[in-house]
Each structure stands twice: as structure tokens, then as C-alpha cells.
Nanobody, 122 residues
Framework: QVQLQESGPGLVKPSQTLSLTCTVS??????????WCWIRQSPGKGLEWMGH???????GYSASLKSRTSIARDTSKNQFTLQLSSVIPENTAVYYC??????????????WGQGTQVTVSS
């Protein structure tokens, strides 16, 4: 059973960079065909896919967040990370990491982390 666990600061000040880590156990982030994703849910809103990193290390980002988002990985630790720069209070959300398969234009999410609350406030 693959398990994902998010970690990082729960409070970030406006204009700073939000940094989160997802630690994967029970499976490798180099497993072929898998996408390792970051997703968030702001209060009162639906889930928003932010971006992914593939088993080979390629990245993809939401068009609306691309200029402020960076996803990377550390294969030696079986982790992947999210950085969101220049945060604003509206970026307050529960942030999730998840693994997914991609088929005919859609992601199919397989495993999820429990989510971590990040609040942007001074």
C-alpha cells in the first residue's frame, strides 16, 4: 500500500514562499506511468490541481499558477516538493499530494496524502 504524507509550515506570511514536502512510502516515485501531483482546496471551493512531476522528472503546471509554482523531487529520499512563491491570503488552503495515472486527457488519482492546512497571514 502506497502512502503519502505532506509536511511543512502551517503558517506562511504574505509575499513569502510556501514550501511543502510529500514523503512517499510503500512505492517509488520513479514507478513508470505515475504522476506525482499537488492539489489544493481553498475554503468553500473545490479541488484545484496545481501541478505534477512524472516518474522521469518532467513537470507540468496549472496555467494560472505556472509563474509562481515549482515542483521538484529527491529520489534518494523518495520525496517530491512544492514551492509556491509570492503567496497571498487567498492561497490559504488544505494542500494535498497524490499519485495519479493519466489516460485520455484525464488524471485518475490513486493515492492521496491526508492533506496539510496552510494559512497565509501576517
Amino acid at each position: 500500500q502506497v502512502q503519502l504524507q505532506e509536511s511543512g509550515p502551517g503558517l506562511v506570511k504574505p509575499s513569502q514562499t510556501l514550501s511543502l514536502t510529500c514523503t512517499v512510502s510503500g512505492g517509488s516515485i520513479r514507478t513508470k506511468y505515475y504522476y506525482w501531483c499537488w492539489i489544493r482546496q481553498s475554503p468553500g471551493k473545490g479541488l484545484e490541481w496545481m501541478g505534477h512531476i512524472t516518474a522521469s522528472g518532467s513537470t507540468g503546471y496549472s496555467a494560472s499558477l505556472k509563474s509562481r509554482t515549482s515542483i521538484a523531487r529527491d529520489t534518494s529520499k523518495n520525496q517530491f516538493t512544492l514551492q509556491l512563491s509570492s503567496v497571498i491570503p487567498e492561497n490559504t488552503a488544505v494542500y494535498y499530494c497524490a499519485s495519479a495515472l493519466y489516460y485520455v486527457g484525464s488524471f485518475y488519482f490513486v493515492y492521496w496524502g491526508q492533506g496539510t492546512q496552510v494559512t497565509v497571514s501576517s
